[in-house]
């Protein structure tokens, strides 16, 4: 848990230099203004209701619900009267491993042409995150409609989250300079990071650091953004390198599709660390960290009637 807080504050400091070469993406995404909350003023809701997400609860999936999406969101039930202050969504964790379930959402209605954004009100605030959600493991919890600064009518309605993913993969470099893959702590079945195996020697430095990262889904998109981190261990924990920012990689947004890849090359040459003074700025013979962090798009649809 202290190296995962660690690993957030980081993000939050800096980013990560590293280059992009995708097998499967040509045009990288942007974010638009679309994308932000709309929030308006409202005096008439009560401070109570301003935490969004209530009553959760983690439990099994059924038997019958472990087939499907790898993580997939749900209204339950899918059915609502327009008068409905509130929502029970799911959130079906079925093949991603562990992960901390996402308390960001969105609300938006379908006007016949296109998903137009629900309105938050000014003073709304998402406190903390959710529950640590095992593979196997569902997560309900409950979302407010806030009508009080929405006007409601019968249609289509949608509640949307991004579930932030992290990847951790292990691996060594030896003494003749060879890299190998120890270990791959990634999302599950669904998703997979790994470093493959690089032979090389001491008297040919090692000057960037290949990674992959494989989509095994059939119908689970997911979008990978910046973010390496890499470590090395000092006999007693992981300790971060400093990594120089790569302009040409910097906040884009590279979609993978289902059942693709997408290769990265991490610079490590060793003029470009010694963000601990306990690490040896040399990237030479150790046990290393990699960590990226990812995100999945989800939305669960929804009826007022």
Same mark, same amino acid.
């Given at each position: 848990?202290?190296?995962?807080?660690?690993? !957030?504050?980081f993000?939050?400091i800096?980013? /990560?230099? /590293? *280059?992009?070469r995708?097998?499967? #993406?040509?045009?990288?995404?942007?974010?638009?203004?679309a994308?932000? !909350?709309?929030?308006?003023?409202?005096?008439?809701?009560?401070?109570e209701?301003?935490?969004?997400?209530?009553? $959760?609860?983690?439990?099994?999936?059924?038997?019958?619900?472990?087939? &499907?999406?790898?993580i997939?969101?749900?209204?339950?039930p899918?059915?609502?009267?327009v008068?409905?202050? *509130?929502?029970?969504?799911t959130?079906?964790?079925?093949?991603?491993?562990?992960?901390?379930?996402?308390?960001?959402?969105?609300?938006?209605?379908?006007?016949?042409?296109?998903?137009e954004?629900?309105?938050?009100?000014?003073?709304?605030?998402?406190?903390?995150?959710?529950?640590?959600?095992?593979?196997?493991?569902?997560?309900?919890?409950?979302?407010?409609? +806030? $009508?009080?600064?929405?006007?409601?009518?019968t249609? *289509? %309605?949608?509640? &949307?989250?991004?579930?932030? !993913?992290?990847?951790?993969?292990? +691996?060594?470099?030896? =003494?003749?300079?060879?890299?190998?893959m120890?270990e791959?702590?990634?999302?599950?079945g669904?998703?997979?990071?790994?470093?493959?195996? #690089?032979?090389?020697?001491?008297?040919?430095? #090692?000057?960037? !650091?290949?990674?992959?990262?494989y989509?095994?889904?059939?119908?689970?998109?997911?979008?990978? =953004? =910046?973010?390496?981190?890499?470590?090395r261990?000092?006999?007693?924990?992981?300790?971060? %390198?400093?990594?120089? $920012?790569?302009?040409? @990689? *910097?906040?884009k947004?590279?979609?993978?599709?289902p059942?693709?890849?997408?290769?990265?090359? #991490?610079?490590?040459?060793?003029?470009?660390?010694?963000?601990?003074?306990?690490?040896?700025?040399?990237?030479? $013979?150790g046990?290393?960290?990699?960590?990226? @962090?990812?995100?999945?798009?989800?939305t &669960?649809?929804?009826?007022l009637?």
């Open positions: 848990m202290k190296n995962f807080l660690l690993t !957030l504050i993000l939050l800096t980013v /990560c230099s /590293c *280059r992009q995708s097998q499967t #993406i040509d045009q990288p995404q942007t974010k638009s203004a994308d932000t !909350l709309s929030v308006v003023q409202t005096e008439n809701i009560k401070e209701e301003l935490t969004p997400w209530k009553s $959760p609860q983690v439990s099994d999936i059924s038997a019958s619900e472990l087939s &499907g999406k790898a997939e969101l749900r209204a339950t899918a059915v609502y009267p008068s409905a202050s *509130r929502i029970y969504v959130l079906y964790n079925r093949n991603l491993g562990q992960i901390i379930a996402q308390i960001f959402y969105y609300l938006e209605y379908y006007n016949g042409e296109q998903w954004r629900m309105h938050f009100p000014e003073n709304l605030s998402f406190e903390g995150s959710g529950p640590l959600l095992d593979q196997g493991k569902q997560y309900q919890f409950t979302v407010n409609l +806030f $009508p009080d600064v929405n006007n409601y009518k249609g *289509r %309605y949608r509640v &949307g989250v991004s579930q932030l !993913l992290r990847f951790d993969t292990y +691996f060594t470099v030896d =003494e003749s300079y060879t890299v190998q120890t791959a702590n990634h999302a599950g669904a998703f997979e990071m790994t470093v493959p195996t #690089i032979i090389s020697n001491p008297q040919l430095q #090692i000057d960037t !650091l290949k990674v992959i990262i989509n095994h889904t059939r119908d689970q998109e997911l979008i990978s =953004e =910046e973010g390496f981190i890499l470590s261990f000092n006999g007693d924990d992981y300790v971060f %390198y400093k990594m120089d $920012p790569y302009n040409g @990689f *910097r906040g947004i590279y979609n993978l599709s059942g693709q890849s997408m290769e990265f090359d #991490i610079p490590v040459k060793s003029d470009q660390y010694l963000f601990d003074s306990s690490v040896e700025p040399h990237f030479g $013979p046990k290393y960290q990699v960590i990226k @962090f990812s995100k999945v798009d989800l &669960g649809e929804f009826r009637e």
